[in-house]
């Protein structure tokens, strides 16, 4: 069965720290991974998105890595501030026939002062 | 562009009575998708259309649940009749290619049904 399993399910952290949340995935065929950010009443909004063949991407202070071997996922953050408090959504995109999106249950990140 | 509209925000309703939910993807994107977020089970993926036709509707819950695309430009979810357990929040996301590279979410419409 194709899961999609995040950890924490929520976090708090000071803003200015780092923090890195976990994606791990059964999917199979594997085809990208992408992660997405929520704010509290709005629709996800896409991070990076990565294919089997890459490592490592980032978008700013976000950093996310892939392993495809362990098929495990980190999202990293960097130097928080108070508008990454989100909930960060791990999302696994079954093989291309397939077109089916697998999504795990999020991590809600609260960024305090 | 706006990007993906969606109307309205929020929708309260009595159980039984009939739910309209409507999307306007981007100009252009060829996929189109309705979702259901909860608490308990997090964002489903109810149903897709590709250039308005209906691909994989696996994930509608029941036959209550029906949704339609006209147009390129509009699509609506409708729940009928309704029941407490709907109330969530439903987004609607487009695509411009059929890899899914890039899906872009509405703003969504928070249903509760009482």
């Known amino acids: 069965k194709n899961q999609v399993e995040q950890s924490p399910q929520s976090l708090i952290i000071l803003e200015g720290k780092n923090c890195t949340l976990q994606c791990n995935y059964t999917v199979s065929p594997f085809s990208n991974l992408r992660w997405y950010k929520q704010d509290t009443g709005r629709g996800p909004v896409s991070l990076t998105i990565m294919t089997f063949s890459e490592n490592t991407k980032s978008n700013g202070r976000y950093t996310a890595t892939l392993d495809a071997d362990t098929k495990q996922s980190s999202l990293h953050i960097t130097a928080s501030q108070l508008s990454d408090s989100a909930s960060y959504i791990c999302v696994v995109k079954v093989g291309a026939a397939g077109n089916k999106l697998t999504f795990g249950g999020g991590t809600r990140v609260l960024v305090k002062p | 562009d706006a990007g993906v509209i969606q109307s309205p925000r929020h929708e309260v309703t009595e159980m039984g009575q009939e739910v309209t939910l409507r999307c306007k993807p981007i100009s252009g994107h060829d996929y189109l998708f309705w979702y259901r977020q909860t608490m308990m089970r997090g964002l489903e993926l109810l149903i897709y259309?590709?250039?308005?036709?209906?691909?994989?509707d696996s994930g509608m819950p029941e036959d209550r649940f029906s949704a339609k695309m006209p147009n390129a430009s509009f699509s609506t979810l409708k729940i009928q009749p309704s029941e407490p357990r709907d109330s969530a929040v439903y987004f609607c996301?487009?695509?411009?290619?059929?890899?899914?590279?890039?899906?872009?979410f509405g703003q969504g419409t928070r249903l509760t049904v009482v």
């Open positions: 259309f590709n250039n308005n036709v209906p691909i994989d």
């Open positions: 996301a487009s695509s411009p290619d059929r890899g899914w590279t890039e899906a872009f």
